[in-house]
């Protein structure tokens, strides 16, 4: 050991040379490997009896072994390590894609054979018929969309599904690497990722920021080729845990990366980890936590925003995916930190639909639209009430979107049928780039003389129910964050109380007994303001964010879809997760790494 600048430096037999306290560091947590050559010490910075090291991801592992060696050069002593290696100024050193693999006419005529690809929209009034004598104001529609990518599943195995064309996907991973990430955590990241890079494919791009007091990328934008992810998972098994947590910045450098990149694959993504607070940034008297999300990323770009242990800031995290239209997930135990990853991650590597803008038109002049519950998609009622729009985004294969419209109906003494509103769907295909407009019949109200006791829609209730119970966690939420714990514990009880009464709780709806569920558990993680802190507000948040996008996201310690309180889950989130599990399964160094202690 030697002394430089004021620092112990540490000088390992393989000659790499590290600050002792970095390290020293890193070695009390098990890792007895080099960070820039991969050589394993046996000697280490450490008085006392040696430490047996984590076990390392299995798989992961041997295709790193497949690398060839660093060579050693023992005339240089100090050698700058991976995470301190010279940065251009921008970006634009992403590498190239390949456009005639992606666009081929090979490729575009198997995905026309393969695939039948549209949207889907139908409609359902709360109630069959009106009287014709008379008028009702805030009459509930509900529009129902559905993105299909039907391929005869059952004719193919889980590997020729992977080869059925889709959208390659840029994707940029920010992770926190602070000193909490240390041990188990790190290593349960480095799995993690290592089960994301396997699983893209060759057209796909991705770059990994890492971030603790400062933020690094370790490599450019890269297609992940064989030798895209050798190199990939090299750069990842070499991170280390020390410092602080900048978020900010780690975000900042990701953001620099999507608009710095010379090519754009057809989706684009960013997915961000941490488990603690940013400390450079947030201030704690008045947090304002827009902060951490820079304005070059807008909402073109979503961030996928997973909180990990009950140590992170889930108020800001949360905030980070509303703003940039992603989600919220809260991983609250290590052991569903890669099944996490990889239901997200089956979502992004099956978007079907991208730019997809609803329209409600109204074809009775008399007609005019009330609200537009569309939940955390923007949407605005335009033209006196004539016209609606929802600006909705990308759509992955097999996803579901319930929107409720609300109409005022006349009176209408010289007809059968009044005729309402028409739907409206605009969109893209990320393959053919190509502008797709479907329209969908008009839809008509009976206007029988009598109309007698008609009964309600049941597709119209649990929508209802859906968004009730969304507006009541947001209220339960304000009165915890005021102080007022026993106040928001009512409020999901006066929720549980009215969703018992309904239409769908009477018929045994799925979603309905899914709700209560949730409502449930987010009371239990309310009984002390201790609670509510390790866990609560982060379970109430990641589920506003679920039901918000109506879209799947992590909660709590399972990504199970057989649980009552997953919703959204698509075939291809289920096969990915299908696929983790397996490996978890597969892997004896993963049960030792994630048995409870």
């Known amino acids: 050991m030697t002394q430089g600048g004021g620092h112990a430096i540490f000088t390992a037999e393989c000659s790499h040379s590290f600050h002792f306290h970095c390290i020293a560091s890193n070695v009390k947590h098990g890792n007895q490997i080099c960070p820039v050559c991969r050589a394993k010490w046996t000697e280490i910075p450490l008085q006392g009896p040696s430490i047996e090291p984590p076990p390392l991801n299995d798989t992961l592992m041997t295709v790193v072994r497949r690398l060839p060696p660093a060579r050693r050069d023992l005339s240089r002593r100090h050698v700058v ?7 251009p100024s921008i970006y634009n050193d992403d590498e190239a894609l390949d456009q005639q693999l992606l666009f081929s ?23 069959s018929s009106v009287s014709r004598f008379d008028s009702h104001e805030n009459f509930t529609i509900l529009v129902h969309l559905k993105a299909t990518s039907t391929t005869k599943r059952q004719n193919l195995c889980i590997s020729q599904l992977g080869q059925t064309p889709r959208a390659p996907v ?9 000193g909490s990430m240390a041990g188990t955590k790190l290593a349960l990241l480095k799995r993690a990722m290592g089960f994301v890079i396997q699983n893209l494919g060759s057209n796909d791009r991705l770059s990994v920021i890492a971030f603790s007091s400062t933020a690094r990328r370790l490599f450019p934008l890269r297609r992940m080729s064989d030798t895209g992810k050798q190199q990939a998972l090299h750069a990842v098994n070499s991170l280390v845990a020390n410092g602080g947590t900048n978020i900010a910045e780690g975000l900042r450098k990701g953001a620099k990366i999507m608009e710095n990149r010379r090519e754009k694959n057809p989706v684009s993504s960013i997915i961000l980890l941490s488990d603690g607070q940013d400390t450079y940034t947030v201030s704690n008297s008045q947090p304002n936590y827009q902060q951490l999300l820079p304005n070059n990323l807008g909402t073109q770009i979503p961030v996928h925003v997973f909180g990990f242990g009950a140590d992170h800031d889930s108020s800001s995290m949360h905030s980070i995916s509303e703003v940039s239209g992603g989600t919220f997930s809260f991983i609250e135990t290590e052991a569903v930190m890669q099944d996490a990853f990889a239901q997200c991650i089956g979502g992004l590597l099956s978007v079907v639909v991208q730019e997809l803008q609803v329209e409600v038109e109204c074809v009775n002049p008399t007609i005019r639209l009330g609200l537009l519950k569309a939940g955390g998609y923007a949407s605005r009622v335009v033209d006196e009430g004539k016209r609606g729009f929802i600006d909705v985004g990308d759509l992955y294969a097999d996803e579901e979107r319930d929107f409720l419209v609300l109409v005022n109906i006349p009176t209408e003494c010289s007809r059968n049928l009044t ?47 859906r968004f009730q119970v969304a507006d009541d966690m947001a209220l339960a939420r304000i009165a915890a964050e005021s102080g007022d714990l026993a106040a928001a514990v009512g409020i999901l009880e006066n929720s549980r109380q009215v969703l018992s009464k309904t239409v769908s709780a009477n018929s045994s709806d799925r979603l309905c007994v899914a709700l209560d569920a949730e409502l449930k558990e987010m009371q239990e993680r309310m009984a002390s303001r201790h609670v509510y802190e390790a866990s609560g507000r982060a379970y109430i948040l990641s589920g506003m964010s679920s039901h918000s996008w109506q879209r799947a996201t992590a909660r709590g310690d399972s990504t199970d879809g057989s649980s009552l309180v997953q919703a959204y889950q ?28």
């Not at 840029?170 to 690497?177: A, Y």
């Not at 969908?440 to 008609?454: L, M, T, Y």
Request: hydrophobic content about 35%.
């Open 570 to 597: 698509t075939p291809s989130m289920v096969e990915m997760l299908t696929r983790s599990q397996a490996m978890l399964l597969s892997s004896p160094s993963t049960q030792r790494l994630i048995q409870p202690r």
């Open 170 to 178: 840029d994707l940029v991973t920010v992770l926190d690497i602070s």
């Open 105 to 127: 006419n090979k490729n575009m005529n198997k995905v026309e054979n393969s695939l039948e690809k549209t949207m889907e929209i139908r409609t359902y009034p709360e109630v």
């Open 81 to 87: 390590p991976l995470f301190q290696t010279p940065e």
């Open 419 to 465: 005729p309402l509103i028409k739907v409206k769907c605009a969109y893209k295909d990320p393959l053919s780039k190509e502008i797709t407009t479907l329209e969908s019949e008009e839809f008509k109200i009976d206007r029988p003389e009598f109309a007698g006791e008609v009964a309600g829609s049941i597709e119209v209730d649990r929508q209802r129910n």
